[in-house]
């Protein structure tokens, strides 16, 4: 089992629409979480951390389900712009240097 | 300017050539890392620093070296290029670990080795 896994999509959805990923982790222990987001042919780039009380941005809005391990992503009012893929990420919460776990992202198609 | 360069940003070669691929950061951060990134896969670690003596493996290092010439500079080395190591290669960057990690990518690098 993958220690992140999120579906690849795509997803294609109309402008306006909202649409939501959800992304699972296989460690218990795991301590923080975050969503990035990569433009085609671009570096990944820090969206949102992922808090246990759940945290928003704008029309983003993030949220942590640490008894059934997985958090979400909820995009409002989609926009062309929002074309993009989501890699959730995972720092575990093992010892020693914990470094952050990608999953391979989902896509994203926001069609006018 | 970009805060974290790297070059060449395209590069192909041939199989059994030593590459190298060079990133450069002007963040003031200590830490520096090297991903690849596979179609299908997350993105990878290869090699970390958490500074200019320090040097960790990842957990794909095997045909890979690095080096950290300076606080601002880490180069990847791939001593004898291979096929599978086609891939598109990321530095980062990030000024301390922990819960408040937060990496920087640069522009990445595509690597074709025919």
């Known amino acids: 089992r993958k220690e992140v896994e999120q579906d690849p999509g795509p997803f294609n959805v109309p402008e306006g629409a909202t649409v939501a990923f959800n992304c699972t982790y296989s460690?218990?222990?795991?301590?923080?979480f975050f969503w990035y987001r990569q433009d085609c042919r671009k570096e990944p780039k820090l969206l949102m951390s992922v808090y246990s009380s759940g945290n928003e941005d704008g029309r983003f809005t993030a949220q942590l389900n640490r008894a059934s391990q997985y958090i979400s992503l909820l995009i409002r009012d989609s926009k062309l712009s929002d074309s993009a893929t989501y890699l959730c990420v995972v720092l575990p919460g093992s010892g020693g240097y914990n470094k952050l776990i990608f999953g391979a992202g989902t896509r994203l198609a926001v069609h006018p | 300017d970009a805060d974290v360069t790297q070059t060449p940003r395209n590069r192909i070669t041939k199989t059994g050539k030593r590459i190298m691929l060079e990133c450069s950061q002007t963040k003031g951060h200590d830490r520096m890392y090297w991903y690849r990134q596979d179609p299908g896969l997350g993105l990878r670690l290869i090699y970390y620093?958490?500074?200019?003596?320090?040097?960790n493996k990842g957990e794909i290092s095997d045909g890979y070296s690095v080096s950290r010439q300076a606080q601002a500079k880490f180069s990847l080395s791939l001593e004898s290029a291979i096929p599978n190591q086609t891939a598109l290669y990321f530095c980062?960057?990030?000024?301390?670990?922990?819960?408040?990690?937060?990496?920087?990518f640069g522009p990445g690098t595509r690597l074709t080795v025919l």
């Open positions: 980062a960057t990030s000024d301390r670990g922990g819960s408040t990690d937060t990496q920087y």
């Open positions: 460690n218990s222990a795991s301590q923080s």
């Open positions: 620093s958490f500074d200019v003596k320090d040097i």
